[in-house]
């Protein structure tokens, strides 16, 4: 079992962090996995993703990239290490770009060392002197067909479970932010427990760790404890179920209620969100979502909290008790979404 040891000053130098192109290679393997399964129990092969990804797979791109999944110690430059959650797919690449080709010759050497060989078309690729832009380009044309679509709901999922997160941080300390993060993580003793890992003790000496959800991950659990990433928890982010999913389930008579549009956010609101990130994930306007949110904090179903320049609503314990309450009134109605993956809106790349 991994232990990592936390000392009086990694509370405070802890943080949350996105990483979009990791992303994207989460998703790679998972696409690659035989018989792979959704959150909610679906083949992932026969998920939008899956779609996307056959017109690509076989081509040079997918098995110069495939190459790389096949080593566990992989090419760290193609999947440069977090900073914060305002890091962009465009600043990722960059990153990738800047590489220097002599570092990228030795990283590609040393991931390629176990994967035995590679095809005559692979291995000439990654020997011209432009692999590096090679390399950046074929992750971005990846990111265009297979992310971008779904990034602004895969976005607003990552930030509503790190606001969730953050508060446990901040409220119960060590022991809030690894509850519930993933079942093989635990607090004891004054460190992180980490199961099914080789029995080693890692001293943050006041770096503090750096948690990174994700949506494609689940439901495994990563961490990176060695250079050049910054010590790393990689997390199933709450709610990655929702971009799985076709349709958003509504109890029917709190629709008749409250109207569906109302209906649909109160029952959203089991967790925290911006009204940004509420019209990411239902498709309706912002102006809409305000006006809705308005109506619900009115009648005291949700209050709204001031963190930086967003306002963060959230359900109040009357909330909870109508949302519960409904689904025992009358058999569940089905919304269809109003994100990208119920086709119903139309969501641009970030």
Known sequence: MLRVVVGPDDLAASRFAIAPIYELTHLLSKLDEVGARTPIGGMVRASRWAARYAPLRGSL????????????????????????MARTPADDIALIRSTPL??????????????????????????RRDVVSRLADMLEAMWQVLVAPDWPQLLAIAKRDVLHRAERLAREGWAGAVAELHPKLRWQDGAVLVGARPDETVQLRGRGITFVPTVFLHPRLATLFEDPWPPTIVYPARGSAALWEPTVTVPGALGRLLGTSRADLLVRLETAASTTQLARVTGLAVGAVGDHLR????????????????????????????????????????????????????????
């Open 295 to 350: 109506v619900l904090r009115e009648a005291g179903f949700v209050t709204g909290t001031r963190t930086g320049r967003s306002v963060v609503y959230r359900r109040t314990p009357i909330g909870d008790a109508v949302a519960a309450g409904a689904g025992e009134w009358s058999a569940a109605q089905t919304l269809p979404s109003r994100g990208r993956w119920g086709g119903e809106a139309q969501a641009g790349p970030a």
């Open 61 to 84: 791109d997918d098995r110069t990239l495939r190459s790389f999944r096949r080593t566990a110690w992989g090419a760290d430059f193609i999947s440069p290490p977090p900073s914060g």
């Open 102 to 127: 002599r570092l990228a010759r030795e990283q590609i050497r040393r991931a390629l060392e176990g994967t035995g060989p590679v095809d005559d078309d692979v291995a000439a690729l990654l020997a």
